[in-house]
């Protein structure tokens, strides 16, 4: 007999050799219908492998990433059945699952391919689904193996076989198709109920730009077929929240050839939102006894050569600026913590000093790869709401604790709700790869976890996740198509304090070394207006809105009594704009529904006549007519509940 232990801490006996699908059985037969593969003892198998010894199982369904990864590579295999049964002769790379689906590169010796064919296939594929033909695992000698894609003249798996120790290689047969693979897979292909084939793109064989090209079909699969509908949907809705498309349509940003790839151009809609967003911030880490400083965008090759930025990123980013006068060398900016630890020492430091909270918005410079580039989302310059706290060792808590209270009174303040976070701790059997003092880490360490757990923040631990020079916890937020988006950081740091050797007079009248902590709620302006923009699908909050509304006389007649109320309205620090057009007011409704403008205030002879505003609100429609005293109440009240602002 064996002891099983489950995820939830229970233990079974079972007779040795017993499978995951038999435990599955023992506990319910519809869990038993579900369950795609298992990880025994932290590696993932096939739901019949035998379990030998003790082990702790868990039976992976499509509810794990891990059950999801199964299904979906052993999709791959079963796109590649229908692929060779529709077109014989075709010659198979690799067919990994990743995050959304999975993919297979194959050569078609030469023929055409596109998504013209996509139809095909997908029918094909559920056509050999509905077979039910199980995914039989098989041990095969190195010889019998290379024997075998001799035969069928396939060159990558002969490849692939070459790096492959004899007594270690596995085939994977279902139905007619024969795969090198060392698994795991589902039971059975009438496991997969729903098909799409979603992209076709060339891919190098082994990402070698020399080698041969190869297609990339992209798909994805589903146990239901609903769960498809959902997919495809979401997928619709991602491109229709395409933060690139609507900043272009919302007249946000731009980016332009002339001016350099990456170098996003705020237009003046996208700056009200940017400075709104910055002065939010700023207001609130002002309550929380931040300090503001400004640093330039340039420092000497030296500032970075004693940060250790230089040596890290110098050679792979902006190369050094020179000056007429010899031998004078100056870097773009890739980070304001060097400028920060120079304002730090301007003065000597004493205990009663610290905390000391530098806060800046300071605009950074790095050299990212042009195929990486991608709208706001990745750029070569941009904006962090940066800030470093120099504290005392024994402070790392009492910051760590209240950096978290910041950012998630920032998420909520945006309408991110859902989030997570990341601990990334030292690995523990390796402390020669860490520099700073053992008792401080551990004090770190326990004070990141500690504070996560205070603040009732859900979170995963990864070890071995740390930079060299201190550990860090990392923000997650889910936005409303339930993607993840990683956010902002807060990191401890022992390396840079050392390096520009701060120091401050301890209650001992000796000389320490302060703790340095980086830390930004957004991570960077760009990316997190991008994420903003996908999230809200362009319908900002009042309080963010660029134009927070359009007043829009009915015709000329009424042009001076339009802007008499708009002057009001600015004088209380609401914004937008008079539609002066010559146009109906049908149409001019229209084109502030189109530029999501919250509020509409329509003015015409009535309201003339009664010293009254029409209001409509954007998603709810007329909300009648009223004193402009009246509206004004409405609006302040809406953006003081969204900013939390008393
Ligand atoms: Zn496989
Ligand atoms: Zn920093």
């Given amino acids: 007999m064996i002891k099983i232990t489950f995820p939830d801490g229970n233990i079974r006996e079972y007779n040795s050799g017993v499978t995951p699908i038999e435990v599955a059985l023992s506990i319910s037969e519809g869990l038993a219908r579900n369950v795609l593969a298992a990880k025994v003892d932290d590696q993932v198998v096939d739901a019949s492998t035998p379990i030998q010894n003790d082990a702790r199982v868990q039976l992976l369904t499509w509810n794990d990433t891990e059950g999801k990864k199964t299904f979906w590579h052993s999709s791959a295999h079963l796109m590649a059945e229908a692929i060779e049964a529709l077109y014989p002769g075709t010659k198979f790379g690799i067919g990994p699952a990743i995050e959304n689906g999975f993919y297979y590169d194959i050569d078609l010796g030469g023929k055409e391919f596109g998504s013209d064919q996509f139809k095909q296939i997908e029918d094909k594929m559920l056509e050999l689904a509905r077979q039910k033909s199980e995914y039989l695992r098989k041990p095969v000698a190195k010889a019998d193996a290379i024997a075998y894609f001799q035969e069928k003249d396939d060159e990558y798996k002969l490849e692939l076989l070459e790096g492959l120790e004899d007594g270690s290689i596995t085939f994977y047969t279902q139905g007619n198709f024969t795969d090198l693979c060392r698994g795991p897979h589902i039971p059975q292909t009438g496991f997969i109920k729903s098909v799409k084939l979603l992209s076709v793109a060339g891919a190098y064989w082994r990402g070698d730009e020399k080698r041969k090209q190869m297609t990339r079909i992209y798909a994805i699969t589903f146990p239901k077929a609903k769960e498809l509908e959902e997919y495809l949907f979401l997928l619709e809705e991602a491109k229709r929240r395409d933060h690139r498309k609507l900043g272009k349509e919302l007249e946000l940003f731009a980016f332009s050839e002339k001016v350099g790839l990456g170098l996003p151009l705020w237009l003046p809609k996208g700056t009200i939102l940017r400075e709104r967003l910055e002065n939010f911030l700023r207001r609130a880490q002002v309550r929380a006894g931040y300090s ?240 903003l923009i996908e999230n809200t699908a362009g319908n900002f909050p009042l309080w963010l809105s660029p134009d927070q509304l359009a007043v829009l006389p009915i015709s000329e007649k009424y042009e001076d009594y339009a802007n008499e109320i708009y002057l009001r309205l600015q004088e209380r620090d609401l914004r937008g704009y008079v539609d002066h057009r010559d146009e109906k007011i049908g149409r001019k409704i229209r084109d502030a529904e189109v530029s999501k403008v919250p509020f509409m205030i329509i003015v015409g002879d009535k309201e003339q006549a009664e010293g009254l505003v029409s209001i409509r609100k954007k998603g709810q429609g007329d909300l009648g007519s009223m004193t402009l005293d009246a509206f004004m109440a409405i609006a302040q009240e809406e953006i003081q509940q969204l900013t939390h602002d008393r």
């Fill in 292 to 531: 503001p400083v400004v640093t330039p965008h340039i420092g000497s090759k030296e500032l970075y050569v004693t940060s250790g930025h230089y040596a890290k990123y110098g050679k792979d980013s902006f190369q050094p600026i020179n000056t007429p006068d010899e031998g004078e060398e100056f870097l773009l900016k890739p980070m304001n913590c060097p400028h920060h630890c120079e304002i730090y020492k301007t003065k000597p430091r004493s205990y009663k000093d610290l905390p000391l909270r530098l806060a800046e918005f300071g605009t950074v410079y790095r050299y990212e790869q042009s195929g990486e580039l991608h709208g706001l989302t990745r750029v070569r310059g941009f904006t962090q709401d940066d800030a470093h706290i120099f504290c005392r060792p024994d402070q790392v808590e009492d910051e760590f604790m209240k950096v978290i209270d910041l950012v998630l009174y920032v998420f909520k303040a945006l309408g991110f709700h859902e989030f997570s976070a990341q601990v990334s701790l030292r690995d523990k059997t390796d402390r020669e790869k860490y520099i700073g003092r053992d008792e401080d880490w551990e004090k770190a360490e326990a004070a990141i976890i500690k504070s996560a757990q205070e603040k009732g923040l859900p979170y995963v631990v990864e070890y071995g996740e740390a930079a060299f020079y201190g550990p860090k916890l990392d923000f997650m937020v889910r936005d409303a198509l339930g993607r993840k988006w990683q956010l902002g950081t807060i990191q401890v740091d022992y390396q840079l304090p050392q390096r520009f050797e701060l120091e401050y007079t301890g209650s001992d009248n000796q000389k320490h070394r302060p703790v340095m902590i980086h830390r930004a709620p957004f991570g960077s302006l760009e990316r997190f207006v991008a994420i």
